[in-house]
């Protein structure tokens, strides 16, 4: 059986918005050709802030000509059934509370990220 698990880690939202976009390009397109694939998100570092109430929505880009936002981008992906995870060891560095969180996205200790590797989620990695 083939494991059609994958793991996303983000750090960055407002400081590198392109590496995000190319995520969640990458995230679509596989769900478009899968939905099946069980696909996790995990927030890091500055990533967490994209799940900020917001945030995500304030930052537009253009990419292959048009003007694409990143919280758009995230609405759709969440309808797509990707999880969304946040590390709650970045959120007093942000000053985030759970309050604070988009509809969806749901606060995990770092630990939790091993326990999806574990599970057997491949991860992606990606230098732009």
């Known amino acids: 059986m083939e494991n059609k698990k994958y793991l996303f880690v983000i750090t960055h939202a407002t400081t590198r918005p ?7 390009k ?3 397109n596989m769900k478009a050709f899968d939905d099946s694939a069980d696909i996790a998100v995990f927030l890091v570092d500055e990533g967490i802030q994209l799940a900020k109430k917001g945030v995500a929505q304030g930052i537009s880009l253009e990419f292959e000509g048009k003007n694409v936002n990143l919280g758009e981008m995230i ?3 969440k309808e797509f059934d990707v999880k969304f995870y946040v ?3 970045f ?3 942000f000053k985030m509370t ?10 995990r200790s ?3 990220l091993g326990e999806l590797l ?5 991860p992606f990695s990606l230098s732009v």
Request: aromatic letters at 8%; glycine letters at 6%; a negative charge.
């Open 98 to 107: 759970k309050e604070d969180l988009i509809e969806g996205a749901e606060e």
């Open 118 to 122: 574990l599970d057997g989620y491949t």
């Open 87 to 89: 590390c709650q060891a």
């Open 75 to 77: 609405d759709m992906i």
């Open 110 to 112: 770092s630990a939790y």
């Open 18 to 24: 392109i590496e995000v976009l190319v995520f969640m």
């Open 91 to 93: 959120m007093p560095v």
């Open 26 to 28: 990458i995230i679509s």
